[in-house]
C-alpha cells in the first residue's frame, strides 16, 4: 500500500525524512514489516509523482497539535 504524504515543510535530507517515516512507523504501532510504503514529499516532488499514478485516492488529515 502507497501511501503519500505531502506538505510544504518536508525537509530535503533523505535523513530526515527517514526519521519522519519511522515516527509515523512508531505512532502507528506498526510492526517492523508491514505492507505499507510511505513517500513523503514536497508540493511539487508530489506533483510530479501523481502524473506517474494510475489510480489514486484521497485522504486528507489536519493535524491540528
Request: glycine share 2%; charged share 35%; no cysteine.
Amino acid at each position: 500500500v502507497d501511501i503519500l504524504i505531502v506538505s510544504g515543510n518536508i525537509p530535503k535530507s533523505n535523513l530526515k525524512r527517514a526519521e519522519i517515516r519511522m515516527k509515523i512507523e512508531e505512532l502507528a504501532n506498526l510492526p517492523p514489516h508491514h505492507p505499507f510504503e510511505f513517500h513523503i514529499m514536497n508540493i511539487e516532488e508530489a506533483k510530479r509523482y501523481m502524473e506517474r499514478v494510475r489510480e489514486l485516492k484521497e485522504i486528507t488529515i489536519h493535524n491540528d497539535r
